[in-house]
């Protein structure tokens, strides 16, 4: 069966630094990745997704960027910090047949200070 | 536009009740599919649901169906035999089926269900 990782868990940063979230996936080849960001109350907000390596799709401009270095590997980074990236990080995968039916990881909660 | 509208915010069942969660949509993509997702206080979404616009049946899953109305665009969500451990945030997603490249899911605001012993 396929399972989804993402680490850490929980992360609080200072403003102006540095950001990398990983997520990668089990049981499974060449999956859609996404990420998504949930601000508190809120829906998803879709930031990536990738329908392979090295192929990313950016939804929202930001200071955001994302990177698949490897087939089930998918990163999320930052080189400086806003306060207004703190939120709930979402990473999820699909198969990309039929319903693409979306799978998401446990996420990481990140307070940007 | 595409939308999805989720006009409760908070709901209340009783334990071993049913409950009903509203969903509706717009779209004028032919085809399309429906997704509910349930987020517990963990974070983590979880897949309940799927149903596809051109499935002659509504969608079932064990304790929870889908009330697939087409021509009103709704597609709420029943939990039959309510329990604790349904209190959550309830998302209802849409995507068109036949998008080429566009893998968007487009997401409600939620509905916030707590199930009371």
């Known amino acids: 069966s396929q399972t989804i990782h993402q680490w850490p868990a929980t992360l609080v940063q200072p403003v102006g630094s540095p950001l990398s979230l990983e997520c990668t996936v089990e049981?499974?080849?060449?999956?859609?990745l996404y990420w998504y960001r949930q601000a508190a109350g809120r829906g998803l907000q879709l930031l990536f997704y990738?329908?392979?390596?090295?192929?990313i799709s950016s939804e929202v401009p930001q200071n955001l960027s994302a990177s698949r270095p490897q087939d089930r590997q998918f990163i999320l980074s930052s080189k400086k910090l806003l306060l207004s990236d703190s939120g709930f990080y979402l990473c999820?995968?699909?198969?990309?047949?039929?319903?693409?039916?979306?799978?998401f990881g446990p996420g990481t909660r990140l307070l940007v200070l | 536009a595409q939308k999805i509208t989720q006009t409760q915010p908070g709901m209340f069942v009783q334990e071993k009740e049913a409950v009903t969660l509203d969903c509706t949509y717009d779209?004028?993509?032919?085809?399309?599919?429906l997704f509910w997702y349930k987020q517990p206080s963990s974070g983590e979404m979880i897949f309940l649901i799927y149903?596809?616009?051109?499935d002659q049946q509504n969608a079932t899953e064990g304790r929870y169906s889908l009330n697939f109305q087409k021509a009103r665009k709704s597609a709420n969500l029943v939990i039959s035999a309510s329990q604790l451990g349904d209190s959550a945030m309830y998302f209802c997603?849409?995507?068109?089926?036949?998008?080429?490249?566009?893998?968007?899911?487009?997401w409600g605001l939620g509905t916030s269900l707590a199930v009371n012993p």
């Open positions: 999820a995968w699909s198969d990309g047949q039929g319903s693409e039916t979306q799978y």
């Open positions: 049981g499974t080849s060449n999956p859609n």
């Open positions: 990738s329908v392979g390596i090295g192929q």
């Open positions: 779209t004028s993509d032919p085809s399309y599919g």
């Open positions: 149903q596809g616009s051109y």
């Open positions: 997603a849409m995507r068109p089926l036949n998008a080429g490249n566009n893998r968007k899911l487009i």
